[in-house]
């Protein structure tokens, strides 16, 4: 088990920083980034992780239960990372909210609706919920109970 949530997180990590590199490369090149185009990408190395995550539990229930909250950890995880780091990355502040244009991302708009505090809060609070749900899970899963 431990070693399929370890590469479960890897290749999360690794979706991550591959995603960093393309937004960066695009932004450097002046070109804006088509937010719908990258989720694609993106969805491979979730679905990998999340492969990776059925196989961490005996039933179905439980592997349902793990897939799915390891999944939204992952989720809240990336969010917060991919905001966080990119923006670093360009010398911006962490919590800046993305530029407006006609691809934005639809959490960005979401995230202008909302003060900085608010923005933080939810961010830090689904990746701290998450995990917390999701570390509960995996220990508390009981082989043979589907």
Not at 113 to 141: C, D, M, Y
Request: glycine share 8%.
């Amino acid at each position: 088990m431990r070693i399929l949530l370890t590469i479960s997180f890897l290749l999360i990590l690794i979706t991550l920083a591959i995603n960093l590199y393309l937004h960066i490369k695009k932004w450097k090149q002046g070109k804006g980034v088509k937010h719908k185009a990258s989720g694609y990408y993106r969805s491979i190395g979730f679905i990998a992780a999340g492969v990776c995550l059925l196989f961490t539990a005996d039933t179905w229930l439980w592997r349902f239960l793990i897939t799915a909250s390891g999944l939204f950890f992952y989720l809240c995880f990336y969010w917060l990372a991919f905001d966080g780091l990119y923006n670093k990355l360009r010398k911006y502040p962490f919590w800046q909210i993305g530029t407006i244009d006609k691809d934005e991302a639809g959490t960005d708009n979401f995230l202008r609706t909302i003060s900085l505090t608010q923005h933080k809060i939810l961010k830090i609070g689904l990746v701290v919920i998450s995990f917390i749900l999701f570390i509960v899970l995996i220990l508390n899963e009981k082989p043979g109970l589907s």
